[in-house]
């Protein structure tokens, strides 16, 4: 990537990849004007049981085939570096790849529950963060303490395409006509 690319990031297991996560993608892609999305598909989530996850070679398979011929690369980034939490695959990130704009693409369900991540005030202030709506959590994640504590540092809608380039910290709330879909139900 060369610099001065806008890269969204989104992060998960991917267990299994679906439609709902190729549809933020290119939502991502179109609203915030990125060059290409990156799915960081993760060994494991520290907030996860890993009981029934898929084996990461299994998950990476599927992840590239729901995303072939999209402006999408799926990475097997964390596994190899050892890397478990958000933070650390962020920080990684920016060092290797200087002079790329990223943001990190998440869905209102995950917003709600940003304050549980391992340095999340830390995360806020590293890149931007796109919020897209979910069914039955956008309230949530628009009252929940990332929310309230980032509040000033809100892009508004109308002002989003700026997003990935904007210096953290910085969010903003996309609302997307939302899917029930979701990695658990389809398991």
């Known amino acids: 990537m060369t610099a001065g690319a806008r890269i969204g990031l989104l992060g998960g297991s991917f267990n299994p ?13 179109k609203r915030l004007r ?14 996860k049981q890993k009981g029934d996850l898929l084996p990461l070679g299994q998950r990476l398979e599927g992840a590239r085939k729901i995303t072939k011929g999209k ?28 002079g790329v704009y990223f943001v990190w693409l998440m869905g209102a369900d995950c917003f709600a529950e940003l304050h549980k991540w391992k340095s999340w005030d830390e995360i806020m202030n590293l890149v931007p ?5 979910r069914p039955g ?11 309230g504590k980032y509040a000033e540092f809100r ?10 380039v904007t210096d953290p910290p910085c969010w903003g709330y996309i609302e997307i ?11």
């Open 17 to 29: 990849a679906h439609q709902g996560h190729l549809y933020i993608s290119d939502a991502g892609l």
């Open 137 to 147: 959590y956008s309230a949530r994640a628009l009252a929940g303490e990332a929310a």
């Open 155 to 164: 892009h508004q809608e109308n002002k989003i395409k700026t997003l990935a």
């Open 129 to 133: 963060i796109a919020v897209f709506s």
């Open 34 to 47: 990125l060059d290409q999305v990156w799915w960081l598909v993760s060994p494991g989530n520290p907030l």
């Open 71 to 98: 402006k999408i690369k799926v990475l097997d980034f964390e596994g190899p570096l050892g890397l478990v939490y958000t933070i650390d695959t962020l920080k990684a990130l920016k060092g290797a790849r200087g």
């Open 177 to 187: 006509a939302e899917q029930d879909i979701s990695s658990t139900k389809l398991r």
